[in-house]
């Protein structure tokens, strides 16, 4: 072909060698079009940089979605709006996803009643900020709880200290269902160790719960030995931002 004798076969061999696929097949198709001499350097390297870059990027998010185990993989952002036999306080949420409050490793809470839509906000956020390209991981309450006490209970720490590790590093822990089920005073230390490392470590946290926070003491756990953990933990989750998702109306 004409492009193998060309004086631009080294360029395409250094973007094949580099695995700049994309790069690689724009330079080729521009240089056999008549539009390639209208462009200066400047534009022709923007040009095929482009498409690579919104290629990994596209690749790169798709994988931090799967990365964050996000509940519900098609909500948007878009169709977070007052109406259908919701309400939302729209400002809040415009505030949030812009996600500022990750440098100042505040905390939100989402709120509502049992099918208010919060699990569906709280993926939306997880969508958008793997879209932004921060370190999410999203689980759910109960099963993490379980985990983490199951883990606590063996004889090799290792795992469980692996795992608050892991749970405690991430930019942004999603938590789902929060205060759904009680626990003895074993889970109240293991809760309070994650949410202090997170604290330690500079890290935003956002949860869904159907309780007020002045509820929690109630919620959390039976044992009287745990309202001193009961009170760290609702002191720092309650650092930051409030969302309630009101049920205006039933649906019919």
Same mark, same amino acid.
């Given at each position: 072909s004409s492009m193998s004798n060309s004086k631009i076969q080294d360029i395409l061999d250094i973007l094949d060698y580099l695995e700049l696929d994309e790069t690689r097949k724009r330079l080729a198709e521009l240089y056999k079009s008549p539009e390639f001499s209208s462009y200066n350097s400047l534009?022709?390297?923007?040009?095929?940089?482009?498409?690579?870059?919104?290629?990994?990027?596209?690749?790169?998010?798709?994988?931090?979605?799967?990365?964050?185990?996000?509940?519900?993989?098609?909500?948007?952002l878009e169709n977070i709006k007052t109406g259908n036999g919701r309400k939302y306080d729209e400002n809040v949420i415009e505030q949030i996803s812009s996600f500022d409050f990750v440098d100042?490793?505040?905390?939100?809470?989402?709120?509502?009643?049992?099918?208010?839509?919060?699990?569906y906000l709280m993926s939306a956020l997880c969508i958008e900020a793997c879209r932004e390209g921060f370190d999410c991981r999203f689980v759910d309450y109960g099963e993490t709880m379980d985990e983490l006490i199951a883990l606590s209970r063996y004889t090799d720490l290792s795992k469980y200290n692996k795992k608050?590790?892991?749970?405690?590093?991430h930019q942004i822990l999603f938590i789902d269902d929060f205060a759904i089920s009680k626990y003895p005073e074993e889970g109240m230390k293991i809760l309070y160790q994650l949410i202090k490392q997170r604290e330690e470590n500079g890290k935003s946290t956002i949860f869904t719960t159907q309780?007020?926070? &002045?509820?929690?003491? =109630? #919620? %959390?756990?039976?044992?009287?030995?745990?309202?001193?953990?009961? &009170?760290?933990?609702? =002191? #720092? %989750?309650?650092?930051?931002?409030?969302?309630?998702?009101?049920?205006?109306?039933?649906?019919?």
């Amino acid at each position: 072909s004409s492009m193998s004798n060309s004086k631009i076969q080294d360029i395409l061999d250094i973007l094949d060698y580099l695995e700049l696929d994309e790069t690689r097949k724009r330079l080729a198709e521009l240089y056999k079009s008549p539009e390639f001499s209208s462009y200066n350097s400047l534009q022709l390297l923007r040009e095929i940089l482009s498409v690579q870059y919104i290629s990994d990027k596209n690749s790169s998010f798709e994988k931090s979605v799967k990365l964050s185990r996000v509940r519900n993989i098609s909500a948007s952002l878009e169709n977070i709006k007052t109406g259908n036999g919701r309400k939302y306080d729209e400002n809040v949420i415009e505030q949030i996803s812009s996600f500022d409050f990750v440098d100042k490793a505040y905390n939100v809470g989402i709120y509502g009643v049992s099918g208010a839509g919060k699990t569906y906000l709280m993926s939306a956020l997880c969508i958008e900020a793997c879209r932004e390209g921060f370190d999410c991981r999203f689980v759910d309450y109960g099963e993490t709880m379980d985990e983490l006490i199951a883990l606590s209970r063996y004889t090799d720490l290792s795992k469980y200290n692996k795992k608050i590790k892991r749970l405690s590093k991430h930019q942004i822990l999603f938590i789902d269902d929060f205060a759904i089920s009680k626990y003895p005073e074993e889970g109240m230390k293991i809760l309070y160790q994650l949410i202090k490392q997170r604290e330690e470590n500079g890290k935003s946290t956002i949860f869904t719960t159907q309780y007020s926070p &002045d509820e929690w003491g =109630r #919620r %959390l756990s039976e044992n009287e030995n745990c309202y001193g953990k009961l &009170d760290g933990i609702r =002191r #720092r %989750l309650t650092t930051g931002y409030t969302i309630l998702i009101e049920k205006t109306s039933e649906p019919n």
